[in-house]
C-alpha cells in the first residue's frame, strides 16, 4: 500500500512540475545601447496589471542570452515592456502587445533592440 502511495505522490508531483514548465519559452535576447553600459529590466503584464507589474532585471548592455518568458504572456491582451537605465540618461522603453512580441520573434528568430540613449541634464 506505501508503494502506491509513493508512486502515487510521484507522479502527482511530476504532473505538477511539467505543468507549470510547459508554458515556458526560451526566448533569444539581444540588446545593444549606445553608450554600453546600461542596465535592462522588463516586465509583462496583462490589460488588469500594467502598472503592477514587477520589472526583472535581465543584466547589462550589450547583453546577449536567453530567457525564459511564459508563452501565455503572448497574448492580445498582454504588454511586455523592456526598459534600459543609464546614470546621466534618460530611459529608453520599448513596448510590445503580446501578439507584436510574437510575430517578431518568429519573424526574426530572437528580439533585438538597439537603442540610442540621450543625454539628460542631471
Known amino acids: 500500500m506505501k508503494k502506491h502511495l509513493l508512486i502515487l505522490i510521484w507522479f502527482t508531483a511530476a504532473a505538477v512540475l511539467l505543468s507549470s514548465c510547459a508554458s515556458k519559452e526560451a526566448v533569444k535576447i539581444k540588446i545593444h545601447t549606445d553608450p554600453e553600459g546600461s542596465h535592462i529590466v522588463y516586465r509583462v503584464a496583462d490589460d488588469y496589471q500594467t502598472e503592477d507589474a514587477p520589472w526583472l532585471y535581465l543584466g547589462v548592455t ?36 503580446g501578439e507584436q512580441f510574437q510575430e517578431e520573434y518568429e519573424r526574426e528568430g530572437m528580439l533585438f533592440w538597439a537603442p540610442r540613449l540621450v543625454k539628460s541634464d542631471k
Do not use: N
Open 62 to 97: 550589450p547583453y546577449q542570452g536567453i530567457t525564459q518568458m511564459d508563452s501565455s504572456s503572448f497574448g492580445k491582451a498582454d504588454t511586455i515592456t523592456f526598459k534600459v537605465m543609464r546614470h546621466g540618461y534618460f530611459d529608453q522603453v520599448q513596448k510590445w502587445t
